[in-house]
């Protein structure tokens, strides 16, 4: 059994950065994939971004590509999102996802962290 916990959302300005933080334990950290979705109110949940086990390979959705990065930590059990020039529409609760199987299906969900952008 994996827990994953967010931490690090906020409230911050149109332009400004926060970075996004999940800790992971119960399992292997350093063989899943990882991933970061987010729903902001009214709309359905949305990938963000995705990292391989290894850190080779990285994915962004359209919205967030050149502004958004994602890294992990093996050492730490942990995954981060750096988020950079940050839009109102960039608001949502964000959650992180393992992928234990490498299958593209999330089995593990972390509770969520509010980040809210204003204008």
């Known amino acids: 059994q994996v827990q994953l916990v967010e931490s690090g959302g906020g409230l911050v300005q149109a332009g400004g950065s926060l970075r996004l933080s999940c800790a992971a334990s119960?399992?292997?950290?350093?063989?899943?994939?990882m991933g970061w979705f987010r729903q902001a109110p009214g709309k359905e949940r949305e990938f963000v971004a995705r990292?391989?086990?290894?850190?080779?390979?990285?994915y962004y959705a359209d919205s967030v590509k050149g502004r958004f990065t994602i890294s992990r930590d093996s050492a730490k059990n942990t995954v981060y999102l750096q988020m950079n020039s940050l839009k109102p529409e960039d608001t949502a609760v964000y959650y992180c996802?393992?992928?234990?199987?490498?299958?593209?299906?999330?089995?593990?969900w972390g509770q969520g962290t509010q980040v809210t952008v204003s204008s």
């Open positions: 990292i391989t086990w290894s850190s080779v390979r990285t």
């Open positions: 119960g399992g292997t950290f350093s063989t899943y994939d």
């Open positions: 996802a393992s992928d234990v199987g490498h299958t593209g299906r999330y089995d593990y």
